[in-house]
């Protein structure tokens, strides 16, 4: 499941667009900071 949602998070911060790449950075930078929770915790 985890790893299942790994490749979907990278998945997503690889989708860019012109007008939406501003979004997709800060919450790519989100999930990073929740997958290194996450790494820490298991």
């Known amino acids: ?10 998945n997503y911060c690889q989708i860019t667009s012109d007008e939406g790449l501003v979004e997709v950075g800060k919450y790519c ?4 900071f ?4 996450i790494s820490i915790v298991s």
């Open 1 to 10: 499941m985890l790893r299942e949602l790994q490749e979907l998070v990278l």
């Open 29 to 32: 930078g989100q999930l990073q």
């Open 34 to 37: 929740l997958h290194l929770e």
